[in-house]
């Protein structure tokens, strides 16, 4: 056994590269919200829509394409979940529980637009870009977007174009919409003016607490989104039951958007510019065929059941859906509609979609090694 004096000079330097890992990774955090940040503040300055959203994403995107590689820790993009939940809560209100018996039909006219919008865009990718069967078909499902890579990454799908399809169809959506929705909008982008009396330190804590307390519950029973549902069942249950009114404090939403922001910008980082440029045409197909569909349908549903054609189009979006939702609150289109459309449409691909996707991909197997001879080839394309 080495003496004590020779193992001293051992543990200290690891103990100094462990400390020069950690100084790494904060500064990587820091360098992130401060990109984050800038973009955002940006977007606010020139007034874009949801501003503090699309501007971080957009800048965060941007970086990341260019080279910039930084790791975003796991726990502080769970932590952004749970309180995007909250904030999204906040948005509910009292009034909100008289239209929600009229949900139902509009839900089920939700149901036929998702499996129109991923055939639309399977169709558009299989025939027009000539992709493969598994490659088109993850690629084209709509939501769910981290679920949908990791069914895919256990498949013989092209990971790069899954990845880029995916990918692009939420930053596209989530930089564009908010400018087609807002003549539907009644101008608001922050629901803090001068004089608003926002919620107080200990009402905000005792939230939080019961997010604390719901969370654990909530990843035992694995709860799809579970992170991000618990911050909305313990905050909208307070305001749509008007205990809570005042609006979260800006120092509390902010980091919480710059989150979101980072995450979904940061998905670039795994992208080279020359795939992009490469696939991305076709995606932009597949999305601009998808979006058409569910536009029409959306514009169906309001005409029929008499509902505000901004808020069934955030609805019926092919969007994700903690990014969709958080655009209903920003721009202010009923983020209690919103969320319930986009939360009944997530648990069913989460539900439905590992099914579907098995006994298609068996169907296409099947019929390829009829083609071939019983061969078992797989389909060159």
């Given at each position: 056994m080495p003496p004590e004096k020779d193992q001293k000079p051992a543990r200290g330097l690891i103990r100094t590269v462990k400390d020069m890992k950690l100084i790494e990774r904060a500064y990587q955090v820091v360098a992130l919200y401060a990109i984050a940040f800038a973009g955002g503040a940006i977007a606010h300055w020139i007034d874009f829509p949801a501003a503090w959203l699309t501007g971080s994403l957009l800048a965060v995107a941007i970086t990341s394409l260019a080279g910039l590689r930084y790791k975003f820790p796991?726990?502080?993009?769970?932590?952004?979940?749970?309180?995007?939940?909250?904030?999204?809560?906040?948005?509910?209100?009292p009034d909100m529980l008289q239209a929600i018996a009229t949900w139902p039909l509009s839900i089920a006219m939700l149901a036929v637009t998702v499996v129109a919008i991923a055939a639309s865009a399977y169709w558009v990718l299989r025939k027009v870009g000539r992709w493969d069967h598994e490659t088109a078909l993850f690629s084209s499902l709509p939501g769910?977007?981290?679920?949908?890579?990791?069914?895919?990454?256990?498949?013989?799908?092209?990971?790069t174009r899954v990845a880029i399809a995916q990918s692009l169809r939420v930053f596209v959506l989530v930089s564009v919409l908010p400018i087609i929705l807002a003549p539907y909008t009644d101008g608001t982008t922050s629901r803090i003016g001068p004089g608003t009396v926002t919620l107080d330190l200990m009402h905000l804590g005792l939230m939080i607490l019961g997010v604390a307390l719901l969370v654990p519950i909530a990843l035992r029973l694995k709860i799809?989104?579970?992170?991000?549902?618990?911050?909305?069942?313990?905050?909208?249950?307070?305001?749509?039951?008007?205990?809570?009114?005042?609006?979260?404090?800006?120092?509390?939403?902010?980091?919480?958007?710059?989150?979101?922001?980072?995450?979904?910008?940061?998905?670039?980082?795994s992208i080279?510019?020359?795939?992009?440029?490469?696939?991305?045409?076709?995606?932009?197909?597949?999305?601009m065929t998808s979006a058409g569909v569910s536009a029409v349908a959306a514009i169906l549903c309001a005409e029929l059941l008499d509902f505000p054609i901004g808020q069934v189009v955030l609805a019926f979006a092919p969007g994700g859906f903690?990014?969709?939702?958080?655009?209903?609150?920003?721009?202010?289109?009923?983020?209690?509609?919103?969320t319930g459309h986009h939360l009944v449409r997530y648990l069913g691909l989460v539900i439905f979609a590992p099914i579907v996707v098995s006994k298609l991909t068996k169907m296409r197997t099947n019929e390829v090694d009829d083609e071939n001879g019983g061969s078992g080839t797989s389909d060159p394309s």
């Open positions: 796991i726990l502080l993009r769970d932590l952004g979940f749970a309180q995007v939940g909250l904030i999204l809560g906040s948005g509910f209100s769910a977007l981290s679920y949908i890579i990791v069914i895919a990454e256990d498949s013989r799908a092209d990971m799809p989104s579970g992170l991000m549902l618990s911050g909305v069942a313990v905050s909208g249950t307070l305001y749509l039951t008007g205990v809570y009114h005042e609006p979260f404090p800006n120092w509390f939403t902010i980091p919480g958007y710059l989150t979101v922001g980072i995450n979904i910008g940061g998905r670039f980082a080279s510019v020359r795939d992009l440029v490469r696939l991305s045409g076709i995606s932009m197909l597949s999305l903690d990014t969709m939702v958080l655009l209903s609150f920003l721009i202010n289109l009923n983020p209690a509609y919103v």
